[in-house]
């Protein structure tokens, strides 16, 4: 992720959400090399309002990024993203981030990730796998 988008700022229900599923030392030192800043949404009442639709990680993201007028939001629940884009976001997803790996050269091949993920819960049909797997120039 930091090579590809150099610094990263998530606000603090990604930072717990993401501490159950990526070791604690990990993303302290993420956050010690500065390329990944944990910061709260300024407009608590817009992420307030949207926590009535979306999850808390969601909705604080989505208002972070409008306030920093960020280039991109990464975003993988569909409600999310259409609301992220009804808003003027620009979204990309887990799998397009692996595919602008592959396409930069940053990984080799997406194929295992893609596994990987699937095996602790990532939710995808198989037409999108194969999709995936087709337009990293891979085999099923």
Do not use: C
Request: glycine share 6%; no cysteine.
């Amino acid at each position: 992720m930091r090579k590809l988008f150099g610094a990263i700022i998530i606000p603090p229900s990604v930072r717990n959400e993401i501490k159950d599923s990526v070791s604690l030392a990990a993303l302290n030192q993420a956050i010690g090399a500065n390329w990944l800043t944990v910061q709260a949404a300024q407009d608590a009442l817009a992420v307030q309002l949207l926590k009535e639709e979306l999850d808390a990680g969601e909705s604080e993201a989505i208002i972070l990024a409008k306030e920093l007028l960020a280039d991109l939001v990464l975003i993988d629940e569909r409600a999310a993203t259409r609301k992220a884009r009804s808003l003027g976001l620009r979204v990309i997803g887990t799998l397009g981030v692996l595919l602008m790996g592959k396409q930069t050269g940053h990984i080799t091949a997406v194929k295992p990730l893609l596994d990987h993920l699937l095996t602790f819960g990532f939710r995808m049909s198989t037409d999108l796998y194969e999709q995936v797997l087709k337009d990293a120039n891979e085999s099923v």
